[in-house]
């Protein structure tokens, strides 16, 4: 079992950049496919970014690609989404989530969950 906690998000005007943090208590987190999702007010949680754990392969949301990219530190236990040219639509809260086995896009497939950390993009 590994727990999650976010950070880092803020208040950011369009165009701006943010780094959101994910941090991973356990000593089993380099073995856990990652991903990072979004809530939007009355929208599903939708796919942002993941990575797999061996390797460490990434793929991304269209919506998102060449906007953000997804990171992980195994040696400090930190997932991190580094967000670019941000969008008033990109404003919603952020969540990183961890399963076993390869990773996917699908959160009703990861089992792990952090509290979610509130990105605003105004315009």
């Known amino acids: 079992q590994v727990q999650l906690v976010e950070s880092g998000g803020r208040l950011v005007q369009a165009g701006g950049s943010l780094r959101l943090s994910c941090a991973a208590a356990g000593d089993t987190f380099r073995t856990y496919a990652m991903g990072w999702f979004r809530q939007a007010p009355g929208k599903e949680r939708e796919f942002v970014a993941r990575t797999g754990a061996s390797p460490t392969i990434t793929y991304y949301a269209d919506s998102v690609k060449g906007r953000f990219t997804i990171s992980r530190d195994n040696a400090k236990n930190t997932l991190s989404l580094q967000m670019n040219s941000l969008k008033p639509e990109d404003t919603a809260v952020y969540y990183c989530?961890?399963?076993?086995?390869?990773?996917?896009?699908?959160?009703?497939?990861?089992?792990?969950w952090g509290q979610g950390t509130q990105v605003t993009v105004s315009s």
């Open positions: 989530a961890a399963k076993a086995g390869v990773s996917s896009s699908r959160y009703l497939e990861y089992r792990y």
